[in-house]
């Protein structure tokens, strides 16, 4: 069955590190990808998705991620992390459905 | 613009006790609804998906069962609810578009508790 592993469950900050967060993918098909965030008290949002052409994706608020096929990757990256991006991140995947298969979480925690 | 609502937010139950949670959807027609369960550590189950009025698909064995009475509406419901009920409920909508790109947007979520 596929599945999503996102091997950092816990990730602690200080403000202007830089982050990446690991997300790998068990299909060898085509793959929509895509990363949520949930801030605290806040619905889950999309932080930005891959479906076709540059492998490097620019989101919001100033995230990126890149999709290496090779290693059924699609990593989180941040140059410099702020208090306000403290929340739980979520990698998902879609192969020929609207169905997501969700990674389990990692909660990541920026102090000033 | 299409906003998502679910309620209720919080809810308490006792072990036996039915169960019905609500989701709506404003400003789309026609929408493909979701039903997740998402639990500490374990990120998002897809419980139910839905691709039109009365069209449910089951993606685990559960106590539960959903339904769709109108096409903006999605219902989560169980006759006698356990334990391992508790959790963190999320409704979802997409656009539905053919080849699974489409963004899926979340509701507020409702939190139960099963006592």
């Known amino acids: 069955a596929q599945s999503v592993s996102q091997h950092n469950h816990h990730v602690i900050l200080s403000e202007a590190a830089s982050l990446e967060l690991g997300c790998n993918y068990s299909y060898g098909g085509t793959v929509n990808l895509f990363w949520y965030v949930q801030y605290p008290g806040q619905h889950l949002q999309l932080l930005l998705k891959?479906?076709?052409?540059?492998?490097l994706v620019k989101g919001i608020k100033g995230f990126e991620a890149e999709f290496i096929k090779s290693k059924f990757s699609f990593n989180l990256r941040k140059p410099s992390v702020q208090w306000s991006d403290t929340a739980e991140y979520f990698c998902?995947?879609?192969?020929?459905?609207?169905?997501?298969?969700f990674g389990t979480g990692t909660r990541l925690q920026v102090f000033p | 613009s299409q906003t998502i609502h679910q309620w209720p937010a919080t809810l308490v139950q006792p072990v036996g006790s039915p169960l019905s949670l609500e989701c709506t959807v404003e400003g789309t027609s026609n929408p493909n609804l979701y039903w997740y369960r998402q639990a500490a550590g374990r990120g998002l189950q897809l419980l139910f998906y839905s691709v039109g009025i009365g069209q449910i698909s089951s993606e685990v064995p559960q106590n539960l069962s959903a339904s769709r009475p109108q096409d903006r509406q999605f219902i989560l419901s169980s006759k006698k609810l356990l334990l391992s009920d508790s959790g963190f409920y999320l409704c979802?909508?997409?656009?539905?578009?053919?080849?699974?790109?489409?963004?899926?947007?979340f509701g507020p979520g409702t939190r139960l508790l099963v006592l």
């Open positions: 998902a995947v879609n192969m020929w459905t609207d169905k997501l298969i």
């Open positions: 979802a909508w997409s656009g539905g578009l053919a080849g699974g790109g489409e963004t899926q947007y």
């Open positions: 891959y479906f076709s052409g540059d492998p």
